[in-house]
């Protein structure tokens, strides 16, 4: 005889009579009644068999091209047969519009699963976009979708989004988010076709659902916005660099791919102005040419304040110590402001000293050459480490037009450095 019990839709909990509260998620309401079948006698599952690494056919991994660069940067050479992405990023930030630039270049089989948009608006978007053909599937019901795909296996499949899927539960449960995921995944792997799942995210910017989601796809993109560009960064790669970046830009017809990003967030950086230097960062194995920012003021306050914006604030506060003890920068009664111009965020040891030279130079009020790039990291001791890709990073200077440069080849120490350009 069956039993009957009752499960939660949102995350799967199951108790044996109703209740009012889910205890594992905390939803209302949320039980419905699931009748378990008493098990059958199953035949003996067949036994697998084991495969010598070196007989993998290496071909099987050969990637191809998604059409944008800036997205093959990301990705560490382009899509892999069988890879699961997971795509993030904020409303309206144009996940759906990268998706469609990339159907529109790739010159292979594209299914685009539209969960969230009409087939009449995403015509629309396509025409402006230039899209002259694309295959559209409306269903969210999972079994008939992958019923759909297993007769017709595309080469790639864009989910738009994996919240949408049906699948044991309400759409966008922590249940169907998980079901629809691992069924995805295990159809990638066994078809080799390259999937793109777009996942909404939370008030705190990650993407929503079990975190097991994240541990099952093989890269977790973010698409974020940095002033008036698009950054596409990897937060999780198997098969390629964590960190990289791909820069795009807005435009009316589409996300266009920015090939110089140095060149473009330094477009309108000041020249002459005190608080302000020039880093050589490397964000993933990509080298940039960013404007670091300081401001010191005055503070009303019995305690200074120090803001941050886009870099990572523990290592702003060990150079302002270290400036203050070994330099005797009188910061005690200043606000000090930092920013990485341009939107960016970028957590790279190697900008410590550009961080210091900016805020030397904010309270002195004498301005840096502005031929000069600066890359180091700053020690307690006030001594100047070396940092990971140097030369990378001084080509990068090289060809963003700057004559001079400030490294751990060159400089021993930040009062070296000090001295010499703003003694």
């Not at 209302?28 to 007989?55: M, N, T």
């Not at 995921?181 to 939370?202: D, I, M, P, W, Y």
């Not at 920015?258 to 880093?279: H, I, K, T, W, Y």
């Not at 080509?395 to 400089?411: D, I, M, W, Y």
């Amino acid at each position: 005889m069956a039993k009957a019990s009752y499960v939660c839709v949102e995350c799967g909990y199951r108790t044996p009579k109703p209740l009012g509260r889910c205890p594992g998620c905390g939803a209302w309401g949320s039980f419905k009644e699931s009748v378990q079948e008493p098990p059958r006698a199953s035949p003996s599952p067949r036994i697998p068999e084991l495969l010598p690494l070196s007989q993998v056919d290496e071909a099987e991994e050969r990637r191809f091209s998604s059409g944008l660069s800036e997205v093959d940067r990301v990705l560490g050479g382009g899509f892999v047969p069988g890879e699961v992405v997971l795509l993030g990023g904020e409303p309206g930030v144009g996940k759906s519009t990268l998706l469609l630039e990339m159907a529109r270049r790739m010159p292979r089989r594209v299914y685009y699963v539209a969960g969230e948009e009409s087939p009449a608006q995403i015509k629309l978007r396509a025409r402006r976009l230039g899209v002259e053909e694309l295959l559209l599937v409306r269903e969210t019901r999972l079994e008939p979708l992958l019923a759909l795909l297993e007769r017709e296996p595309p080469e790639a499949l864009f989910v738009d989004s994996i919240q949408t899927i049906e699948a044991n539960g309400s759409p966008g449960s922590l249940v169907a988010v998980r079901e629809a995921t691992s069924a995805l995944v295990r159809f990638a792997k066994e078809s080799g076709t390259a999937v793109v799942l777009v996942g909404h995210v939370t008030k705190e910017g990650v993407v929503a659902g079990p975190k097991s989601v994240e541990h099952a796809v093989d890269a977790t993109l973010y698409l974020e916005t940095a002033g008036v560009y698009r950054v596409l960064r990897s937060a999780k790669n198997r098969f390629g660099p964590v960190g990289e970046l791909g820069v795009f830009r807005m435009e009316e017809e589409g996300l266009l791919e920015v090939g110089n990003p140095s060149e473009a967030f330094l477009q309108e950086r000041p020249l002459g102005v005190p608080g302000s230097a020039v880093a050589l960062a490397l964000a993933g194995e990509r080298a940039l040419a960013l404007e670091v920012q300081a401001l010191a003021a005055k503070t009303p306050f019995p305690a200074p304040r120090r803001v941050v914006q886009g870099l990572d604030g523990r290592r702003v506060d060990m150079v302002l110590a270290v400036l203050e003890r070994r330099l005797g920068l009188p910061l005690a009664n200043l606000d000090v402001y930092v920013n990485l111009a341009g939107g960016l965020r970028v957590l790279d040891p190697g900008l410590d000293l550009a961080v210091a030279l900016a805020v030397y130079s904010a309270v002195v009020g004498r301005p840096l050459p502005q031929d000069l790039a600066v890359v180091g990291e700053v020690g307690l001791l006030g001594e100047v480490r070396s940092v990971v890709s140097l030369e990378r990073r001084l080509k990068e200077g090289e060809r963003a037009g700057f004559g001079r440069f400030l490294h751990p080849g060159n400089t021993r120490g930040l009062a070296q450095a000090v001295e010499a350009y703003l003694g």
